[in-house]
């Protein structure tokens, strides 16, 4: 597995300044995917599963995106994510959701796995004033979705 971490953004150590922070980098690593087909500005939903562990105030700055909290069963059944957010969640459904993913352009993004060997291609660590992530390398390359490379460079507010 190839893991790669990006740099750190600071955090204004409150509940708002987390939640901002984390809605920026999670904007900002949206903003550098590309879906087959897409048209610009396309609107994107993100389907959160899972207890998120940073924030529960998910609204990701910059693309449009609308947020549903969804179960893991449930985003398999509907299939309408273009993003799925894995906060904490049992091993199996985690698991289920990872191998669903697998050749679809779904991006995905996790808080509850900061070292990114769960299969997640966008892992967020959160300290009480940083904020970073790693990007799974070989999880980006099993599917359809493009990232861009200087996706890297967000994390430090570039």
Not at 33 to 43: C, D, I, L, S
Not at 62 to 68: A, D, F, S
Not at 93 to 122: E, K, N
Request: net charge positive.
């Amino acid at each position: 597995m190839s893991v790669q971490a990006a740099s750190q953004a600071t955090v204004e150590d409150s509940a708002d300044g987390r939640a901002r922070a984390f809605n920026r980098m999670l904007g900002g690593i949206i903003s550098y995917a590309r879906w087959p087909g897409e048209r610009k500005n396309t609107a994107r939903t993100m389907c959160v599963v899972g207890t998120p562990q940073m924030t529960n105030r998910i609204a990701p700055a910059g693309p449009i995106v609308t947020v549903h909290r969804m179960t893991a069963l449930g985003v398999t059944d509907d299939g309408g994510c273009d993003i799925i957010f894995l906060g904490r969640m049992p091993i199996a459904d985690r698991q289920r959701l990872i191998g669903w993913v697998r050749s679809r352009p779904v991006l995905t993004v996790t808080d509850d796995d900061a070292a990114c060997t769960h299969g997640a291609m966008f892992c967020l660590d959160g300290r009480r004033t940083s904020l970073s992530f790693s990007v799974n390398l070989d999880s980006i390359g099993r599917g359809p979705l493009r990232i861009d490379p200087r996706v890297l460079k967000i994390g430090g507010g570039e």
